[in-house]
């Protein structure tokens, strides 16, 4: 079988080092279009909150259920391996163990292979070439170092398979049928609310999941298709301003976001800027590059340090000046945002911040 993008033939790799888009694109193609006829409507759950020991021996907390999107009937798709995936509903959120908080994913590569992520193209940011305004040239890239995109471990990992894949394929769907429909703010809006149902937030509070921070797009990006223009970034931050602290809770949200290389989209920023508790952060184009700086009156920027080992010993580069170094893989027992007691992706936009590449 090969590629439609590519025309290379597939290769499958468990858990590659780098992004395997062929086969991230693979499980993706499973889900047809004609798939979208299945999608539902959002149907609440109960969270259920359980701890158990990673990979590495460490114990972690994982939530599971909230609200999610029923699908009319059972979908079966295939792994690399054969093996049957089935599919009866899609949770609309996901909790990863790091953010220590709710988050929305959506798949992540260019929409070549039904991600969005444009800029996930280097040629593409190349040839606008705006970029250069705030950002080193990819021309000058070192040769130890590489295109982020390159490395994105939203093609790699847990958001590797088939079953991830299925579900942001569903998100994603149900997300553009809800814009066409005008509904997809108020179907957001209330989706975050039953993060503060009593149940649901002391489930959520005992594990130190907290319903006050969101993370918007812990994969993919605001690239959802050009017709719907820059409507699902606006809509975005109208679900932000609701949750004002005033009718509703209050909430953070963060949300990284590597348009800002386009002149359109820098021109969407400064026309419909984020409210003041959205921290929209520009993100580098290279590993090792400094944080851009100055896009469109946005949050600071971010950035992804690579930590080289010589002769045994990991070494971590010097950060430009100003970068706070994110601590949620230094020592922390878990490696989340709540056991490193930081919260400054959301709160400090001032600040830019690096990421040890992963």
Known sequence: MRCPVTGMPWQFVE???????????????????????????????????????NKQGKMVHKVEGGIYIDLKDTWY??????????????????????????????????????????????????????????????????AD??????????????????????KQMIILNWTKRELRRGTFVD?????ISTLFEPEAEEKMSSQLVSNKFFRLHDSGDF????????????????????????????????APTRLWTF?????????????????????ALFTGAPPPRGVAKLAAGTMSAVKRVRKGVTISEPLPRGVYDCPAYAGAKEKSCASSNCRVCWKAKKRAVNYTTH
């Open 15 to 53: 858990n590659p080092p780098s992004a395997n888009w062929k086969s991230v694109y693979r499980s993706r193609s499973q889900w047809k279009k004609s798939d979208n006829k299945l999608i539902g409507d959002l149907v609440e759950d109960r969270i259920i909150v359980s701890r158990k020991r």
């Open 77 to 142: 798709g295939k792994t690399a391996e054969g093996e049957t995936v089935v599919k009866k509903k899609a949770s609309v959120f996901t909790f990863t163990s790091k953010m220590s908080c709710a988050s929305f994913s959506l798949p992540a590569g260019h929409p070549n292979i039904e991600g969005t992520c444009e800029s996930a193209a280097r040629g593409k940011v190349e040839k606008d070439g705006s970029y250069r305004r705030f950002h080193a040239p990819l021309s000058q890239i070192p």
């Open 145 to 166: 170092q590489k295109y982020i995109c390159h490395l994105c471990y939203a093609g790699k990992g847990n958001y590797y398979y088939v079953a991830p894949s299925a």
């Open 187 to 191: 179907q957001m809006v209330y989706a």
């Open 223 to 254: 690239s959802i298709g050009d017709a719907f223009g820059a409507d699902y970034y606006r809509a975005w931050c109208q679900i932000a301003r609701r949750f004002n602290g005033k009718t509703l809770p209050k909430v953070l949200f963060w």
């Open 263 to 283: 002149a359109r989209w820098r021109s969407v920023f400064k026309r419909f800027p984020p409210p003041d508790n959205l921290a929209l952060r520009p993100s």
